[in-house]
Nanobody, 127 residues
Framework: QEQLVESGGGLVQAGGSLRLSCAASGRAFNNYGMGWFRQAPGKEREFVAAIFWGTATRYADSLKGRFTISRDNTKNTVYLQMNSLRPEDTAIYYC?????????????????????WGQGTQVTVSS
């Protein structure tokens, strides 16, 4: 059973930046497709970004240019760099993994495509 642990959330002013981290426990991390989702109060969970192999990534159209996903396979960790944060970015941010990056590639925006989920980390952006 894979375990994902997010960190790095917190309170930030509008225009600020945060970097979220997600540490995975499994030994097959190199093969995983990884994603970030978020869920604001009263709203459905939405796709933020995904990373497959190397630098192959995918983003929600509305977040391109402000958010960057990356991974460090030596640390079993995926990151989400969030810049120019806005109050509407306030949400719980979840890390997710699928054991095959190739299988995830065409399905990255669907939460049902992921096998494992973290517990989430709160991001609050004040105006």
């Amino acid at each position: 059973q894979e375990q994902l642990v997010e960190s790095g959330g917190g309170l930030v002013q509008a225009g600020g930046s945060l970097r979220l981290s997600c540490a995975a426990s499994g030994r097959a991390f190199n093969n995983y497709g990884m994603g970030w989702f978020r869920q604001a109060p009263g709203k459905e969970r939405e796709f933020v970004a995904a990373i497959f192999w190397g630098t192959a990534t995918r983003y929600a159209d509305s977040l391109k240019g402000r958010f960057t996903i990356s991974r460090d396979n030596t640390k079993n960790t995926v990151y989400l760099q969030m810049n120019s944060l806005r109050p509407e970015d306030t949400a719980i941010y979840y890390c997710a993994a699928r054991s095959s990056a190739l299988a995830l590639f065409s399905l990255a925006g669907r939460s049902s495509a992921y096998d494992y989920w973290g517990q989430g980390t709160q991001v609050t952006v004040s105006s």
